[in-house]
C-alpha cells in the first residue's frame, strides 16, 4: 500500500526538527463554513464542533495570507467519538481495531503503552479468545522504550506489551518490536527502528495516547519538534506521573530523577507518515490539552495539535477528557 498522508510540514534543512505553526486557523474555518456555524474569536466561547465539517482547511496566518513565499499546510478537522466512560471508549476502540485487523490481516500497528490502552488491549484479548479474532499476521511497533533498561524491567514496555497483549494472543515473537533498551549505539538503534517500520511497508494504523501535557509517545512539548524516531528526554511533569511511586522519595534522593530519564520515542514524523490515527484518552486531567490540540495553534509546545495536520484521525474521547472539546481553546 503507497503511503497517502502528506508531509505538509516544514523541516530545517535535514535535521527532521519542526519549528512550531503558531499559526490560528478559526478565520479560515469560518469563512469556509455554513452561515450557521460561527467560531468566535474569544476563548472560552461555545462552539459545536459537530456541525464542523470533516474537511480540509488550507492554514493561512492572516499577517502573511498574500505572501505567496509562506508555506500553507493543510489542516484537518478530526473525528471524534465520545463516550461515556473509560470502559465504554475501551470497547469502543476494540470494536475499530478488531475490524481494522480482520479487514486487513497484516496489517501494522503502532501501540502505545500507559494506562490508557489497557482496557483496548483487554477487549482485544477477549475478541481473540472469544470471537476468532487473529493477530497471526499483524506487525507491530511500539511507540516508545526507556533507554538503557533491562528488557525484563518492570518498568519497562516490553514487559507491558507482553502481560497485556502479546503473551495472550497470536501474535508470534518476531511480529511485534519496541526499541533495543540495551542497544549499545542509540543512533544506530534509532535508525535501525525507524528503517524497520520502513521496511514493514510503513504503519497502517497508530494508535496513540495522549500526555497531559499533550506529549504524544515521548515527544514533549518544547521549541521543537523531533520528526524521526529519536533519543528524547522525559518532561518532568512525565516523569513524576509515570512513576508515582519514585516521586515521593525524590526530596531525599534526588538522583533517582536520572533513572527512566529518557527514552526512545519514534516522531512526530513518524506519527504523521501513519495511514490512519486512533487516538484514545480519558479523564479530566487530559480535557484542556485536547481542545486545544483539536481546536487550537499547531505548536510543538503542544505535540498532539500537530494531529491536525493528518487527514485521517479519529479520537475516541470519555466524557471527561471530551468535555473541553466544544469550546475553543
Ligand atoms: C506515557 C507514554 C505515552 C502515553 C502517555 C499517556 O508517558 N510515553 O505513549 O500515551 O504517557 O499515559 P497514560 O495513558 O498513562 O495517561
Excluded at 77 to 98: C, F, H, K, Q, T
Amino acid at each position: 500500500m503507497s503511503n497517502s498522508a502528506p508531509t505538509p510540514f516544514r523541516r530545517d534543512g535535514d535535521s527532521g526538527r519542526f519549528g512550531g505553526y503558531c499559526l490560528w486557523h478559526h478565520y479560515r474555518l469560518q469563512e469556509r463554513t455554513s452561515s450557521r456555524t460561527t467560531f468566535p474569536k474569544r476563548a472560552g466561547v461555545p462552539v459545536d464542533i459537530a456541525v464542523v465539517p470533516r474537511g480540509s482547511y488550507t492554514l493561512l496566518p492572516c499577517s502573511q495570507a498574500r505572501d505567496e513565499t509562506v508555506e500553507r499546510p493543510t489542516v484537518h478537522v478530526p473525528e471524534i467519538l465520545l463516550e461515556a466512560d473509560y470502559n465504554a471508549m475501551s470497547l469502543r476502540a476494540g470494536d475499530i481495531v478488531g475490524e481494522a485487523i480482520r479487514h486487513n490481516p497484516s496489517i501494522v500497528l503502532a501501540l502505545p503503552t500507559g494506562t490508557t490502552p489497557i482496557g483496548l488491549y483487554a477487549d482485544l484479548v477477549r475478541r481473540y479468545r472469544d470471537e476468532g479474532l487473529s493477530l497471526s499476521a499483524v506487525t507491530t511497533f511500539n511507540l516508545d522504550e526507556y533507554v538503557g533498561i533491562a528488557v525484563d524491567d518492570p518498568e519497562g514496555y516490553h514487559g507491558f506489551m507482553r502481560s497485556h497483549l502479546f503473551d495472550l494472543v497470536d501474535i508470534p515473537e518476531g511480529a511485534w518490536h519496541l526499541p533495543n533498551p540495551q542497544a549499545t549505539d542509540a543512533g544506530a538503534e534509532v535508525r535501525r527502528y525507524e528503517g524497520l517500520i520502513d521496511a514493514s511497508g510503513g504503519i497502517d494504523l497508530a494508535i496513540l495516547g495522549v500526555g497531559a501535557n499533550g506529549h504524544l509517545a515521548f515527544n514533549e512539548p518544547g521549541d521543537t519538534l523531533t520528526g524521526p524516531t529519536h533519543v528524547a528526554a522525559l518532561a518532568d511533569d512525565t516523569w513524576l506521573r509515570n512513576f508515582p511511586s519514585l516521586a515521593p522519595r525524590l526530596k531525599d534522593e534526588p538522583e533517582l530523577r536520572a533513572r527512566y530519564s529518557t527514552a526512545y520515542t519514534v516522531g512526530i514524523g513518524t506519527i504523521l507518515r501513519a495511514r490512519k490515527i486512533l487516538v484514545l484518552a480519558s479523564g479530566m486531567a487530559k480535557a484542556s490539552i485536547l481542545a486545544s490540540a483539536v481546536r487550537g495553534a499547531i505548536t510543538p509546545r503542544n505535540p498532539a495539535s500537530f494531529l491536525q495536520l493528518h487527514p485521517d484521525v479519529t479520537f475516541i474521547l470519555d466524557e471527561a477528557a471530551g468535555s473541553w472539546v466544544h469550546y475553543t481553546a
